[in-house]
């Protein structure tokens, strides 16, 4: 049978990017919350910055029903079980902003009751710099993870990057990453 | 209770008229502070010789130990900055950098100062790291965009307002009088605004806030949301 004898109009796309268009349409962030990049993060679910617009604006109290996983704020040695209990227990597929340079690297505290790095717990997919970063910046991070889900696998989304909690300690790349040419990060584009 | 039953409705249809306040960033910004505190860049004086002597006081001073600097001698026969040394390496780690601009308040050379380009993130722990190239300022002395930062038209002028607000000495005679030297594209830049009244707004692009934002202001002071 063609397309010849339906009668009716229709819309037709690849499954791969409807998928990915509608992951990144409705991505349900997790309050995760630690610190004052989390007051900054309520500022962008607020009415000036509407993080409504994206689809977001659900901070869903309980992990089952999450796809992302907004780390503001430093993370504590106490707190860094809890932080993977969490991630472990959100559905796949699942991402993680690390928001404020306390959860990227520590910031700041160098010191031995904070987590160097959120990264060091779970895999980061996108980081925010800043202290803490505006609710622009956290948007800026979130339209970049949308390129990163638009543009990604579906199945195999998690690339060998360098970074995160698959970081490999041996031979030559002994903790510092290069970014190779291939996976240079996308990037959000000047808007028309 | 009917009447409790459509006073929530009330509430909720009664902001239907009132005006928008949402800032829909990726079309638009919200405009920044004069003063902000965003991405660091490193000048040039007029003859294009860097202003970095890498006297390595920005990395001493920096709170979260984000700087490395490494000075080296100047080749006698092409020198980079004027003087003995110049920074050979500069690097700035944007993942621990909090922005306090103490660097820029330690610099003698006026080489560093922060832009107001706060929209960037990473996608890994490396392109975290600034390096020299892309710190300093290109040819034209505009800071070097780079692809996973979101520079709007007209961000990339106004790279020094800080440093240029208050005196450099500290005492408050001296406020406003230029002491500081020229940059590469500008000349010497006019002094922000200060507590003083020496000041060019419309050199320095500087605004009050509470002229651009007034949707977000409250009447009572100074704004127009009722």
Redesign the interface.
């Known amino acids: 049978m063609g397309f010849e004898s339906l009668q009716h109009n229709f819309l037709t796309g690849q499954l791969e990017n409807l998928v990915r268009w509608a992951r990144k349409s409705s991505m349900w962030p997790a309050t995760f919350g630690l610190a004052c990049c989390a007051i900054e993060m309520m500022a962008a679910g607020a009415a000036d910055f509407d993080l409504s617009r994206f689809g977001m604006e659900v901070f869903r109290a309980s992990p089952r029903q999450a796809d992302l996983m907004i780390v503001a704020g430093r993370v504590s040695q106490k707190m860094a079980p809890v932080l993977r209990q969490v991630y472990d227990q959100m559905m796949e597929p699942k991402w993680v902003i690390s928001m404020g340079v306390c959860a990227s690297s520590g910031g700041m505290f160098n010191n031995y009751a904070i987590l160097q790095g959120v990264d060091q717990v779970v895999p980061v997919d996108v980081y925010a710099p800043g202290c803490p970063p505006g609710p622009q910046t956290l948007m800026h991070a979130i339209l970049t993870l949308h390129e990163k889900v638009r543009t990604g696998e579906i199945l195999q989304r998690r690339e060998l990057s360098g970074a995160g909690a698959s970081i490999e300690l041996s031979g030559e790349n002994r903790g510092y990453a290069r970014t190779d040419a291939a996976i240079r990060p996308v990037y959000l584009g000047t808007p028309k | 209770m009917p009447s409790n039953f459509f006073g929530g409705f009330k509430v909720s249809f009664k902001q239907i008229f009132e005006p928008r306040?949402?800032?829909?960033?990726?079309?638009q910004?919200?405009p920044k502070a004069p003063r902000l505190h965003g991405r660091h860049v490193l000048n040039r004086y007029e003859d294009g010789m860097e202003k970095c002597i890498g006297c390595e006081l920005c990395a001493g001073v920096c709170?979260?130990?984000c700087i490395y600097v490494r000075g080296l001698d100047n080749p006698p026969d092409h020198p980079v900055s004027p003087g003995e040394r110049y920074g050979y390496i500069y690097e700035i780690?944007?993942?621990?950098?909090?922005?306090?601009d103490m660097c820029v308040e330690a610099c003698p050379t006026e080489a560093i100062t922060e832009s107001k380009l706060?929209?960037?993130?990473?996608?890994?722990?490396?392109?975290?790291i600034y390096t020299k190239e892309e710190l300093v300022v290109d040819d034209e002395g505009r800071p070097k965009h780079q692809?996973?930062e979101?520079w709007?038209e007209g961000e990339d002028l106004h790279t020094s307002g800080w440093m240029r607000a208050t005196a450099p000495g500290g005492a408050s005679e001296y406020e406003g009088v230029i002491s500081w030297s020229g940059e590469l594209g500008y000349g010497k830049r006019a002094p922000e605004a200060g507590q003083s009244d020496n000041r060019d707004d419309e050199a320095t692009g500087n605004f009050l806030l509470k002229d651009i934002s007034a949707d977000?202001i409250p009447v009572e002071f100074g704004g127009s949301v009722r």
């Open positions: 306040v949402t800032t829909s960033y990726p079309n910004k919200r709170p979260a130990d780690n944007y993942l621990r950098c909090i922005h306090c706060f929209e960037f993130s990473f996608t890994s722990r490396a392109d975290a692809p996973w979101d709007r977000h």
